[in-house]
């Protein structure tokens, strides 16, 4: 079983930066190492949504509207490890950031179909 375990979160001001790490560790198959992998957040009261995803070799990304201009997602298929750097910080991006792993090779947006997730970090951005 594969596990994935998120860091890189904190308090930050406004305008600020942050980077995101997801490690996978355990049973890294060549499956999940080929498997889609997304950020998602959750802010209290809110549902569950999409931030941006990458296919298994990198070549193809995609971003929420908020996301678009201020976050990258990227990957080290060597490390297994997935990364979002967020720039330009706002208030509105304060949430708890979960990493996912999708068993597919499309990338998707719907939280429910992804496979595995990370316990989640906490971002939170002041104004």
Known sequence: QVQLVE???????????LRLSCAASGRTSSSA???????FR????????????????GTSTYYADSAKGRFTI?????????????DGLKPEDTAVYYCALDFSIFIRRTWNEYDIWGQGTQVTVSS
């Open 74 to 86: 990227s990957r080290d298929n060597a490390k297994n490890t997935v990364y979002l750097q967020m």
């Open 33 to 39: 190492v080929s498997a889609v992998m997304g950020w």
């Open 7 to 17: 860091s890189g979160g904190g308090l930050v001001q406004a305008g600020g930066s």
């Open 42 to 57: 959750q802010a209290p009261g809110k549902e569950r949504e999409f931030v941006a995803a990458i296919n298994w070799s």
